[in-house]
C-alpha cells in the first residue's frame, strides 16, 4: 500500500484517464499487479454513450494487461424494462470480451417523478455494496461513474472496506446540472448532494 500511495502522488496522475498519459498510468498499475473495479449503473448490453465509453475503458484496461473487473446493474435502460435472462434476479455474474461484469439488483422506477427516481439510484447503492463485498475479492483501484452521483455512497463504502483508493469520474456536474434545469428543487436534498459531492472529491486520489 505504501507503494501504491507513492504511485498516485505522482503528477501523472493528475490528468484525465481518457487523455494520453492513460497508457502510461495503466502499464504502471500492471507492473504492480493492481486490481481496478468500475463502479457504473450503466454498462452493456445497454446501449448510450456512458455504456460505450465505459466499456471502451475496461476493454483497453483489460488489454494494457490491467486486471480489471465490473460491478454494474441489471441491463434495463433505455426501455427502463430488465433485459431478458435477468428478470428476477439479485445477481448475475458474466463476461463480456473477457472482463469479468457482476450486476447487482436495481429498482425501477414507475413514473418521473424524484421519489421514484431516488428509489431507483439507492437500490443500486444498496444492492452494489453488498455485492462489492460478498462476490468481489480485494480490489486496489475504484473507478466510479457518475452520474448518479449518489452511487458515491457505495464507492466510499467499499473503498474503505476494501482499503483500496478512489478515481471519481463526473460524465456531468450533478446537482449542478439537475439544480440549473429545475429537475431538482428540494432544498434539503440539494444540500445532501452538493455535501456529498464535496466529500468524494475530498477523498478520491483523481477527479476526472
Request: hydrophobic share 40%; aromatic share 14%.
Amino acid at each position: 500500500m505504501l507503494i501504491l500511495n507513492k504511485l498516485f502522488s505522482y503528477p501523472s496522475f493528475k490528468v484525465s484517464f481518457y487523455k494520453f498519459r492513460l497508457v502510461y498510468s495503466c502499464k504502471i498499475l500492471h507492473q504492480l499487479n493492481l486490481k481496478l473495479l468500475i463502479l457504473t449503473q450503466y454498462f452493456p448490453p445497454e446501449v448510450g454513450a456512458p455504456q460505450n465509453r465505459l466499456f471502451e475503458l475496461a476493454f483497453r484496461l483489460k488489454s494494457l494487461g490491467v486486471d480489471v473487473s465490473v460491478l454494474t446493474a441489471m441491463p434495463n435502460y433505455p426501455q427502463m424494462k430488465i433485459h431478458e435472462g435477468y428478470e428476477n434476479k439479485k445477481y448475475v455474474y458474466k463476461e463480456i470480451e473477457g472482463i469479468p461484469v457482476h450486476r447487482a439488483s436495481i429498482y425501477l422506477p414507475k413514473n418521473k417523478s424524484i421519489i421514484q427516481r431516488l428509489l431507483n439510484y439507492f437500490s443500486f447503492v444498496y444492492s452494489s455494496a453488498k455485492i462489492g463485498i460478498h462476490k468481489i475479492g480485494e480490489v486496489d483501484v475504484i473507478i466510479c461513474e457518475s452520474p448518479p452521483l449518489f452511487l458515491g455512497y457505495s464507492a466510499l463504502y467499499l473503498k474503505r472496506k476494501k482499503n483500496a483508493k478512489l478515481i471519481f469520474n463526473v460524465s456531468d456536474l450533478w446537482p449542478e446540472s439537475a439544480e440549473k434545469l429545475g429537475v431538482v428543487t428540494n432544498k434539503w436534498m440539494l444540500k445532501l448532494a452538493y455535501r456529498l459531492e464535496k466529500k468524494l472529491y475530498h477523498k478520491s486520489i483523481l477527479v476526472t
